[in-house]
């Protein structure tokens, strides 16, 4: 099997000023932690969600952060009203529709710039290896070479994750591949990655994911993976929480 390099930062890395924080899913497989507040409000040791992202993006020296709601988003913009860490938040209203992952960056495009996103899932966690994991993909970012830069976990340490793989990845960190239907992939999407906007573009109307923007840069050669350093957690179960805590509790 092979594997990416790893990636050591290199002075001048530039971490994305602005980051999109998809926050607006209905967080079924979450249920009945749901019933009555949305996912990323959910707590893992101590603290919702969302605001173990805002830590990270904070580390890191994000300064905006573009987040989508939809379901119960009452709550979690106010929420959101009451972070004091730095970061400016921006909602991106989907109230009126759930637009998925791909639709989501569609219908904050205005709201992204015309440079590098850090774009982040609410619903994973994780810890940083030997440095900042966000810094670290910023080191490898490369605007020349690039359109997306995604954050992978080796399978066998990819913690909660109950899926079979995602991605094929050479030993210069070009993502070869998809995983075929019945097979097993080495690496698994963390939901982190750097994203340029200008793949956002020719997009269907309606909800739709992710999937078709990294499929188009997979085929022209402009999609990359940086293996994960530290722990990574998928926290999209009830059971996944004790788990976790439990994990991070040992260190």
């Known amino acids: 099997m092979t594997r990416p390099l790893a990636i050591r930062p290199e002075p001048g890395g530039q971490v994305p000023r602005t980051a999109m924080v998809m926050a607006a899913g209905l967080g079924k497989r979450m249920r009945p932690l749901t019933a009555t507040r949305p996912k990323p409000m959910v707590e893992v040791a101590g ?4 605001d173990h992202v805002f830590a990270r993006l904070s580390a890191a020296g994000i300064e905006r952060a573009v987040v ?3 379901y119960l988003a009452d709550s979690l913009v106010a929420h959101l009203g009451t972070r004091f860490d730095g970061v400016e938040v921006v909602v991106s209203d989907e109230r009126a529709r759930l637009m998925e992952t791909g639709g ?8 992204l710039g015309d440079e590098p996103v850090l774009v982040v899932n609410s619903d994973n966690l994780w810890i940083d290896g030997p440095v900042d994991t966000v810094k670290l993909l910023a080191s490898r ?6 359109d997306a830069l995604l954050l992978v976990v080796p ?3 990819a913690h909660n994750f109950r899926g079979s793989g995602d991605f094929h990845v050479g030993p210069d960190g070009h993502i070869t591949k998809r995983r075929r239907e019945g097979t097993v992939a080495p690496f698994a999407y963390t ?9 956002i573009a020719d997009w ?3 909800p739709f994911s992710t999937n078709l923007f990294w499929d188009r840069a997979i085929a022209a050669g402009r ?8 722990l990574w957690f998928d926290v999209g179960t009830p059971a996944a929480i004790p788990r976790t805590e439990a994990m991070l509790a040992d260190g």
């Open 47 to 50: 603290k919702p969600l969302i």
């Open 68 to 70: 989508n709601v939809h």
């Open 104 to 111: 989501g960056l569609v219908q904050a495009r205005h709201l």
């Open 141 to 146: 970012w490369d605007d020349a070479a690039m």
């Open 155 to 157: 399978l066998a340490r």
């Open 191 to 199: 939901g982190v990655q750097i994203l340029h906007p200008r793949l």
């Open 204 to 206: 269907p109307a309606g």
């Open 223 to 230: 999609a990359f993976a940086q293996v994960h350093q530290g």
